[in-house]
């Protein structure tokens, strides 16, 4: 299993912009379909977006699709987050499918987790 650690939190102005990372420390990564989501004081975790493991096939969700960008590489995935909104502060995760092609939507199709890295917006 591939374990996984973020980076790139911290603390951003409102309007500002932030590139998350995500990075395997060990296990097999590039098959697997990847995903973003997020986690804010008070709610659920929610699905930001993913991408196969390929990198050619990116799903968003309807709710963030016009101001993030999901990509990858050979190392890491990436989470750019534009025009960022107080109500955008969360922890951010990034999990792996190993029994996926394609990102799914649902948190409980994904067996490996990132431990977060968290964003604050400042108002």
């Known amino acids: 299993q591939a374990q996984l650690v973020e980076s790139g939190g911290g603390l951003v102005e409102t309007g500002g912009s932030l590139r998350l990372a995500c990075a395997p420390a060990g296990g097999p990564f590039s098959n697997y379909a990847m995903a973003w989501f997020r986690q804010g004081p008070g709610k659920e975790r929610e699905f930001l977006g993913g991408i196969n493991g390929r990198g050619d096939k990116i799903r968003y969700s309807d709710r963030y699709e016009d101001r993030i960008t999901i990509s990858r590489d050979n190392a890491r995935m990436y989470l750019e987050i534009s025009n960022l909104k107080p109500e955008d502060t969360a922890v951010y995760y990034c999990?792996?499918?190993?029994?996926?092609?394609?990102?799914?939507?649902?948190?409980?199709?994904?067996?490996?987790w990132g431990q977060g890295t968290r964003v604050t917006v400042s108002s």
């Open positions: 999990a792996a499918d190993g029994h996926s092609s394609y990102p799914q939507v649902l948190s409980r199709d994904y067996d490996n």
